[in-house]
Protein backbone atom coordinates (compact mmCIF):
# COMPACT_ATOMS: atom_id res chain seq x y z
CA UNK A 1 0.00 0.00 0.00
CA UNK A 2 3.12 2.11 0.52
CA UNK A 3 4.08 2.84 -2.97
CA UNK A 4 0.24 3.14 -4.44
CA UNK A 5 -0.77 5.17 -1.92
CA UNK A 6 1.39 8.18 -2.57
CA UNK A 7 -0.18 7.73 -6.36
CA UNK A 8 -4.09 7.44 -4.97
CA UNK A 9 -6.50 10.10 -6.56
CA UNK A 10 -7.12 12.97 -4.02
CA UNK A 11 -10.44 11.81 -3.92
CA UNK A 12 -9.38 8.47 -2.31
CA UNK A 13 -7.09 9.69 -0.11
CA UNK A 14 -9.15 12.52 1.74
CA UNK A 15 -11.78 9.00 2.51
CA UNK A 16 -8.90 7.09 3.66
CA UNK A 17 -7.62 10.71 5.84
CA UNK A 18 -11.65 10.64 6.99
CA UNK A 19 -11.35 7.66 8.13
CA UNK A 20 -8.16 7.69 9.83
CA UNK A 21 -9.08 11.28 11.64
CA UNK A 22 -12.30 9.83 13.13
CA UNK A 23 -10.30 7.28 14.66
CA UNK A 24 -7.43 9.32 16.22
CA UNK A 25 -9.79 12.00 17.51
CA UNK A 26 -11.82 9.12 18.97
CA UNK A 27 -8.48 8.19 20.70
CA UNK A 28 -7.39 11.71 21.45
CA UNK A 29 -11.04 11.84 23.47
CA UNK A 30 -10.95 8.56 25.55
CA UNK A 31 -7.50 8.11 26.49
CA UNK A 32 -5.82 11.86 26.99
CA UNK A 33 -7.19 14.09 29.30
CA UNK A 34 -5.49 16.73 27.78
CA UNK A 35 -7.49 16.24 24.90
CA UNK A 36 -10.96 15.55 26.39
CA UNK A 37 -10.94 18.93 28.39
CA UNK A 38 -9.52 20.83 25.17
CA UNK A 39 -12.37 18.96 22.87
CA UNK A 40 -15.20 19.37 25.57
CA UNK A 41 -14.28 23.53 25.70
CA UNK A 42 -14.61 24.03 22.63
CA UNK A 43 -17.97 21.88 22.23
CA UNK A 44 -16.47 19.52 20.28
CA UNK A 45 -17.63 15.59 20.54
CA UNK A 46 -16.00 12.89 18.62
CA UNK A 47 -19.49 12.17 16.74
CA UNK A 48 -19.06 15.76 15.62
CA UNK A 49 -16.52 15.06 12.94
CA UNK A 50 -17.21 13.13 10.28
CA UNK A 51 -14.59 13.42 7.68
CA UNK A 52 -11.51 15.27 6.90
CA UNK A 53 -13.21 18.59 6.70
CA UNK A 54 -13.92 18.86 10.03
CA UNK A 55 -10.73 19.18 10.99
CA UNK A 56 -10.70 22.99 11.20
CA UNK A 57 -13.15 22.87 13.87
CA UNK A 58 -10.54 20.79 15.74
CA UNK A 59 -8.22 22.94 18.18
CA UNK A 60 -4.88 23.73 17.90
CA UNK A 61 -1.93 21.76 20.17
CA UNK A 62 1.03 24.04 20.85
CA UNK A 63 4.65 23.36 21.69
CA UNK A 64 3.46 25.43 24.91
CA UNK A 65 0.94 22.17 25.37
CA UNK A 66 4.01 19.75 25.49
CA UNK A 67 5.57 21.75 27.94
CA UNK A 68 2.94 21.88 30.16
CA UNK A 69 2.15 18.74 30.28
CA UNK A 70 5.23 17.32 30.34
CA UNK A 71 6.69 15.03 30.72
CA UNK A 72 3.76 12.23 29.49
CA UNK A 73 0.48 14.30 30.10
CA UNK A 74 -0.04 13.96 26.29
CA UNK A 75 0.43 10.29 26.02
CA UNK A 76 -2.40 7.76 25.01
CA UNK A 77 -0.95 4.47 26.82
CA UNK A 78 1.07 3.51 29.15
CA UNK A 79 2.50 -0.03 29.36
CA UNK A 80 2.76 -0.29 25.74
CA UNK A 81 5.43 2.45 25.05
CA UNK A 82 8.66 1.17 24.00
CA UNK A 83 10.60 3.96 23.37
CA UNK A 84 10.95 7.32 23.95
CA UNK A 85 12.44 10.52 22.46
CA UNK A 86 12.98 14.30 23.50
CA UNK A 87 13.32 17.42 21.60
CA UNK A 88 16.46 19.99 22.58
CA UNK A 89 14.63 21.84 24.89
CA UNK A 90 16.90 24.33 24.35
CA UNK A 91 14.04 27.27 24.84
CA UNK A 92 12.84 25.30 27.94
CA UNK A 93 11.45 22.15 29.07
CA UNK A 94 11.88 19.72 26.16
CA UNK A 95 8.84 17.79 24.61
CA UNK A 96 9.03 14.06 25.00
CA UNK A 97 7.29 12.04 22.73
CA UNK A 98 6.85 8.37 23.26
CA UNK A 99 6.46 5.06 20.24
CA UNK A 100 4.48 1.64 20.46
CA UNK A 101 5.70 -0.67 18.69
CA UNK A 102 2.95 -0.08 15.98
CA UNK A 103 3.95 3.76 15.89
CA UNK A 104 8.52 2.37 15.53
CA UNK A 105 7.01 -0.10 12.59
CA UNK A 106 5.34 3.26 11.03
CA UNK A 107 8.44 5.40 11.44
CA UNK A 108 10.37 2.58 10.00
CA UNK A 109 7.76 2.60 6.98
CA UNK A 110 7.67 6.57 6.20
CA UNK A 111 11.49 6.63 6.47
CA UNK A 112 12.05 4.25 4.32
CA UNK A 113 9.39 5.51 1.62
CA UNK A 114 11.41 8.66 1.92
CA UNK A 115 14.72 7.28 1.55
CA UNK A 116 13.08 5.49 -1.88
CA UNK A 117 11.55 8.47 -3.43
CA UNK A 118 14.89 10.47 -2.23
CA UNK A 119 16.74 8.02 -4.70
CA UNK A 120 18.03 5.44 -2.49
CA UNK A 121 17.75 1.43 -3.04
CA UNK A 122 18.48 -1.45 -1.52
CA UNK A 123 21.49 -2.34 -1.18
CA UNK A 124 22.97 1.29 -0.83
CA UNK A 125 25.26 2.45 1.66
CA UNK A 126 23.79 5.13 3.80
CA UNK A 127 26.23 6.80 6.56
CA UNK A 128 23.87 8.40 8.98
CA UNK A 129 26.02 11.46 10.48
CA UNK A 130 22.74 12.47 12.45
CA UNK A 131 22.67 12.15 16.55
CA UNK A 132 21.60 9.55 17.67
CA UNK A 133 20.07 9.24 21.16
CA UNK A 134 17.32 11.55 22.52
CA UNK A 135 17.36 13.38 19.15
CA UNK A 136 15.00 11.53 16.31
CA UNK A 137 16.99 12.44 13.66
CA UNK A 138 19.46 9.41 14.02
CA UNK A 139 17.28 6.27 14.87
CA UNK A 140 15.07 7.97 12.52
CA UNK A 141 17.33 7.58 9.77
CA UNK A 142 18.52 4.33 10.93
CA UNK A 143 15.21 2.40 10.80
CA UNK A 144 14.37 3.60 7.89
CA UNK A 145 17.43 2.48 5.80
CA UNK A 146 17.74 -0.75 7.26
CA UNK A 147 14.00 -1.07 6.48
CA UNK A 148 14.42 -0.26 2.68
CA UNK A 149 17.28 -2.92 2.75
CA UNK A 150 20.23 -0.39 2.48
CA UNK A 151 22.94 -1.15 4.43
CA UNK A 152 23.61 1.55 7.40
CA UNK A 153 26.77 2.95 8.55
CA UNK A 154 25.81 4.57 12.18
CA UNK A 155 28.82 7.08 12.23
CA UNK A 156 26.35 9.62 14.37
CA UNK A 157 27.34 13.19 14.25
CA UNK A 158 31.11 15.12 14.97
CA UNK A 159 34.53 13.20 14.04
CA UNK A 160 34.37 14.79 10.87
CA UNK A 161 37.83 13.36 9.88
CA UNK A 162 36.58 10.43 10.31
CA UNK A 163 33.09 10.91 8.70
CA UNK A 164 35.72 11.60 5.38
CA UNK A 165 37.61 8.45 5.33
CA UNK A 166 34.03 6.47 6.26
CA UNK A 167 32.68 7.73 3.16
CA UNK A 168 35.66 7.25 1.18
CA UNK A 169 36.77 3.76 1.93
CA UNK A 170 33.32 2.25 2.33
CA UNK A 171 32.22 3.82 -0.57
CA UNK A 172 29.02 5.37 0.80
CA UNK A 173 26.67 6.14 -1.50
CA UNK A 174 24.08 8.45 0.41
CA UNK A 175 25.25 10.38 3.96
CA UNK A 176 22.59 11.98 6.20
CA UNK A 177 23.13 14.72 8.21
CA UNK A 178 22.36 18.94 8.68
CA UNK A 179 22.94 21.27 5.24
CA UNK A 180 25.58 23.01 7.71
CA UNK A 181 27.49 19.75 8.30
CA UNK A 182 27.74 18.59 4.77
CA UNK A 183 29.50 22.10 3.92
CA UNK A 184 31.37 21.19 6.91
CA UNK A 185 32.59 17.93 5.74
CA UNK A 186 33.22 19.47 2.27
CA UNK A 187 35.88 21.95 3.94
CA UNK A 188 36.91 19.00 6.11
CA UNK A 189 37.92 16.86 3.14
CA UNK A 190 39.74 19.65 1.34
CA UNK A 191 41.48 20.11 4.93
CA UNK A 192 42.67 16.72 4.88
CA UNK A 193 43.81 17.11 0.78
CA UNK A 194 40.60 14.95 -0.49
CA UNK A 195 38.49 16.26 -3.12
CA UNK A 196 35.34 15.96 -1.79
CA UNK A 197 33.99 15.93 -5.08
CA UNK A 198 35.71 12.39 -5.38
CA UNK A 199 34.02 10.91 -2.52
CA UNK A 200 31.93 8.49 -3.73
CA UNK A 201 28.48 9.62 -2.47
CA UNK A 202 25.84 10.75 -4.42
CA UNK A 203 23.17 11.97 -2.38
CA UNK A 204 22.73 14.21 0.82
CA UNK A 205 19.69 13.56 2.60
CA UNK A 206 19.54 17.19 4.42
CA UNK A 207 17.12 17.64 6.80
CA UNK A 208 17.13 19.12 10.85
CA UNK A 209 17.25 22.86 9.88
CA UNK A 210 16.76 25.42 7.00
CA UNK A 211 18.08 25.52 4.08
CA UNK A 212 17.78 27.71 1.37
CA UNK A 213 17.87 27.31 -2.39
CA UNK A 214 21.60 28.75 -2.62
CA UNK A 215 22.90 26.45 0.07
CA UNK A 216 21.63 23.84 -1.46
CA UNK A 217 23.37 24.73 -4.66
CA UNK A 218 26.63 25.05 -2.73
CA UNK A 219 25.89 21.51 -1.03
CA UNK A 220 25.36 20.16 -4.92
CA UNK A 221 28.59 21.82 -6.17
CA UNK A 222 30.85 21.18 -3.25
CA UNK A 223 30.14 17.02 -3.12
CA UNK A 224 28.88 16.75 -6.20
CA UNK A 225 26.05 14.90 -5.06
CA UNK A 226 22.33 15.15 -5.20
CA UNK A 227 20.87 17.51 -2.43
CA UNK A 228 17.27 16.20 -1.16
CA UNK A 229 15.49 17.87 1.51
CA UNK A 230 13.83 16.07 4.66
CA UNK A 231 11.40 17.29 6.95
CA UNK A 232 10.19 16.26 10.25
CA UNK A 233 9.70 16.90 14.04
CA UNK A 234 9.57 15.08 17.53
CA UNK A 235 5.82 16.02 17.97
CA UNK A 236 4.70 13.92 15.12
CA UNK A 237 6.91 11.31 15.07
CA UNK A 238 10.45 12.46 14.04
CA UNK A 239 12.01 12.79 10.42
CA UNK A 240 9.43 11.16 7.80
CA UNK A 241 7.04 13.67 7.56
CA UNK A 242 7.88 14.96 4.01
CA UNK A 243 10.52 14.99 1.59
CA UNK A 244 11.59 15.95 -1.90
CA UNK A 245 11.41 13.33 -4.76
CA UNK A 246 14.40 12.54 -6.58
CA UNK A 247 13.12 13.06 -9.69
CA UNK A 248 11.31 16.45 -9.35
CA UNK A 249 13.21 18.23 -6.85
CA UNK A 250 10.58 20.34 -6.68
CA UNK A 251 8.81 20.49 -2.71
CA UNK A 252 8.70 18.02 -0.34
CA UNK A 253 5.77 15.79 -0.64
CA UNK A 254 4.34 15.21 2.62
CA UNK A 255 2.88 11.87 3.87
CA UNK A 256 -0.52 12.45 3.90
CA UNK A 257 -2.11 9.33 4.54
CA UNK A 258 -0.41 9.81 8.01
CA UNK A 259 0.11 13.53 8.89
CA UNK A 260 -2.53 15.93 7.34
CA UNK A 261 -0.98 19.21 6.40
CA UNK A 262 -2.73 22.33 6.46
CA UNK A 263 -1.04 26.31 6.01
CA UNK A 264 -3.02 28.71 8.42
CA UNK A 265 -2.45 32.25 9.21
CA UNK A 266 0.34 32.50 12.03
CA UNK A 267 -1.58 35.55 13.77
CA UNK A 268 -5.28 34.96 13.31
CA UNK A 269 -4.89 30.49 12.97
CA UNK A 270 -7.23 31.20 9.86
CA UNK A 271 -6.75 28.42 7.15
CA UNK A 272 -4.93 29.66 4.27
CA UNK A 273 -5.89 28.86 0.49
CA UNK A 274 -3.55 26.72 -1.41
CA UNK A 275 0.02 28.17 -2.38
CA UNK A 276 -0.63 31.14 0.26
CA UNK A 277 2.38 31.47 2.74
CA UNK A 278 1.75 30.70 6.38
CA UNK A 279 2.14 28.31 9.22
CA UNK A 280 2.50 24.64 8.67
CA UNK A 281 -0.15 22.62 11.34
CA UNK A 282 -0.13 18.98 10.79
CA UNK A 283 -2.53 16.19 12.47
CA UNK A 284 -1.09 12.80 13.36
CA UNK A 285 -3.50 10.09 11.73
CA UNK A 286 -1.82 7.12 13.10
CA UNK A 287 0.12 7.94 16.29
CA UNK A 288 -0.95 5.34 19.23
CA UNK A 289 1.37 6.84 21.69
CA UNK A 290 0.81 10.24 21.33
CA UNK A 291 -2.04 11.31 18.96
CA UNK A 292 -1.75 14.74 17.90
CA UNK A 293 -4.51 17.59 16.99
CA UNK A 294 -3.62 20.40 14.50
CA UNK A 295 -0.08 20.87 15.82
CA UNK A 296 1.66 24.67 15.22
CA UNK A 297 5.01 23.57 13.82
CA UNK A 298 5.98 27.58 13.54
CA UNK A 299 7.10 26.54 10.58
CA UNK A 300 6.56 29.01 7.88
CA UNK A 301 5.97 27.06 4.22
CA UNK A 302 2.96 26.93 0.95
CA UNK A 303 1.42 23.72 0.16
CA UNK A 304 0.41 22.39 -3.36
CA UNK A 305 -1.35 20.17 -4.49
CA UNK A 306 -0.59 19.67 -8.27
CA UNK A 307 0.49 16.49 -9.05
CA UNK A 308 4.39 15.78 -9.30
CA UNK A 309 6.30 15.03 -12.53
CA UNK A 310 7.06 12.28 -10.66
CA UNK A 311 3.44 11.02 -10.53
CA UNK A 312 3.18 11.38 -7.02
CA UNK A 313 -0.36 13.39 -6.23
CA UNK A 314 0.31 14.15 -2.29
CA UNK A 315 0.56 16.90 -1.43
CA UNK A 316 3.87 19.05 -1.44
CA UNK A 317 5.38 21.46 0.99
CA UNK A 318 8.01 24.24 0.35
CA UNK A 319 11.16 24.77 2.02
CA UNK A 320 10.99 26.29 5.04
CA UNK A 321 11.84 30.00 4.64
CA UNK A 322 11.09 30.84 8.88
CA UNK A 323 9.28 30.48 12.05
CA UNK A 324 6.86 32.16 12.97
CA UNK A 325 8.74 32.76 16.25
CA UNK A 326 11.84 33.23 14.33
CA UNK A 327 10.72 36.69 13.12
CA UNK A 328 12.73 39.91 14.04
CA UNK A 329 11.35 43.17 14.11
CA UNK A 330 14.25 45.47 13.30
CA UNK A 331 13.12 49.28 13.66
CA UNK A 332 9.77 48.26 12.88
CA UNK A 333 10.81 45.85 9.93
CA UNK A 334 9.67 42.42 10.24
CA UNK A 335 12.25 40.31 8.98
CA UNK A 336 12.80 36.61 8.97
CA UNK A 337 16.91 35.23 8.71
CA UNK A 338 16.21 33.63 6.15
CA UNK A 339 15.63 36.38 4.02
CA UNK A 340 18.92 37.98 4.22
CA UNK A 341 20.49 34.64 3.41
CA UNK A 342 18.86 34.27 0.78
CA UNK A 343 20.67 37.47 -0.44
CA UNK A 344 24.32 36.61 0.83
CA UNK A 345 24.36 33.33 -0.81
CA UNK A 346 23.48 35.67 -4.09
CA UNK A 347 26.75 36.09 -4.16
CA UNK A 348 29.87 33.87 -5.61
CA UNK A 349 32.37 35.30 -3.94
CA UNK A 350 31.03 34.53 -0.31
CA UNK A 351 30.93 31.20 1.48
CA UNK A 352 27.51 30.06 3.34
CA UNK A 353 28.57 31.00 6.45
CA UNK A 354 27.37 34.50 7.97
CA UNK A 355 26.06 35.65 11.55
CA UNK A 356 23.60 37.85 12.55
CA UNK A 357 23.90 39.93 15.84
CA UNK A 358 21.23 42.32 17.24
CA UNK A 359 21.94 44.89 19.65
CA UNK A 360 19.86 47.70 21.19
CA UNK A 361 21.57 51.15 21.67
CA UNK A 362 19.93 54.27 22.81
CA UNK A 363 16.78 52.71 22.35
CA UNK A 364 17.25 51.97 18.52
CA UNK A 365 17.77 48.73 17.38
CA UNK A 366 21.47 47.89 15.27
CA UNK A 367 21.82 44.50 12.63
CA UNK A 368 25.34 43.91 12.13
CA UNK A 369 26.20 41.45 9.56
CA UNK A 370 29.15 39.09 9.27
CA UNK A 371 29.89 37.06 6.36
CA UNK A 372 32.81 34.71 5.32
CA UNK A 373 34.67 35.55 1.85
CA UNK A 374 34.86 32.64 -0.18
CA UNK A 375 37.90 30.38 -0.31
CA UNK A 376 39.27 31.73 -3.58
CA UNK A 377 38.49 35.23 -3.28
CA UNK A 378 40.45 37.65 -4.83
CA UNK A 379 38.74 40.30 -5.73
CA UNK A 380 37.71 43.84 -4.21
CA UNK A 381 36.06 43.41 -0.90
CA UNK A 382 35.14 47.23 -0.18
CA UNK A 383 32.97 46.97 -3.95
CA UNK A 384 31.74 43.28 -3.18
CA UNK A 385 30.52 45.02 0.55
CA UNK A 386 28.95 47.82 -0.88
CA UNK A 387 27.25 45.54 -3.69
CA UNK A 388 25.69 43.33 -0.82
CA UNK A 389 24.79 46.46 1.18
CA UNK A 390 22.42 47.72 -1.36
CA UNK A 391 20.80 44.51 -2.46
CA UNK A 392 20.08 43.93 1.40
CA UNK A 393 18.88 47.53 1.67
CA UNK A 394 16.66 46.71 -1.56
CA UNK A 395 15.21 43.44 0.62
CA UNK A 396 14.93 44.54 3.99
CA UNK A 397 14.01 47.88 3.63
CA UNK A 398 17.33 49.22 5.22
CA UNK A 399 21.00 48.48 5.21
CA UNK A 400 22.60 46.55 7.99
CA UNK A 401 24.49 49.17 10.28
CA UNK A 402 28.15 47.14 10.04
CA UNK A 403 28.51 44.78 7.02
CA UNK A 404 31.52 42.79 7.80
CA UNK A 405 33.22 40.58 5.48
CA UNK A 406 36.01 38.49 6.97
CA UNK A 407 38.20 35.84 5.77
CA UNK A 408 37.36 32.01 4.67
CA UNK A 409 37.54 29.85 7.92
CA UNK A 410 36.75 32.79 10.81
CA UNK A 411 33.16 32.12 11.88
CA UNK A 412 32.71 29.28 14.06
CA UNK A 413 31.60 25.76 12.80
CA UNK A 414 29.82 22.85 14.89
CA UNK A 415 30.35 19.19 14.18
CA UNK A 416 27.18 18.46 16.20
CA UNK A 417 23.61 19.78 16.33
CA UNK A 418 21.83 23.16 14.20
CA UNK A 419 23.88 25.96 13.41
CA UNK A 420 22.97 28.97 15.43
CA UNK A 421 22.98 31.98 13.34
CA UNK A 422 21.41 35.11 14.82
CA UNK A 423 22.36 36.16 18.10
CA UNK A 424 20.67 38.85 19.64
CA UNK A 425 21.77 40.81 22.70
CA UNK A 426 19.01 42.96 22.89
Partial sequence: ???????????????????????????????????????????????????????????????????????????????????????????????????????????????????????????????????????????????????????????????????????????????????????????????????????????????AEPCTEPMREAIEERLDATGIENYGLSELIGPGVAVECAEAQDGMHVWEDHFYPEIVDPHTGEVLPEGKEGELVLTSLTKEALPVLRYRTGDLTTLTYEKCDCGRTMARMDSVTGRADDLLIVRGVNLYPSQIEDVVLEFDDVAPYYRIDLYREDNLDRLELTVELAADFDGDSDTLREEMGERLANTLSFRPDALELVDYGTIERTEVGKVKRVYDHR
Fill in 1 to 207: MSESIQRETRQDLRELQSERLRETVERAYENVPFYRNLLEEAGIAPGDVGGIDDVEKLPFTTKEDFRDEYPDGLFAVDDDILRIHASSGTTGKPKIVAYTESDLELWDEVMARSMAAAGIEPGDTVQNAYGYGLFTGGLGFHGGAEALGATVIPSGSGNTQRQVELARDLESDAIGCTPSYALYLAETAEEMGVDPRDLPLSTVLYG
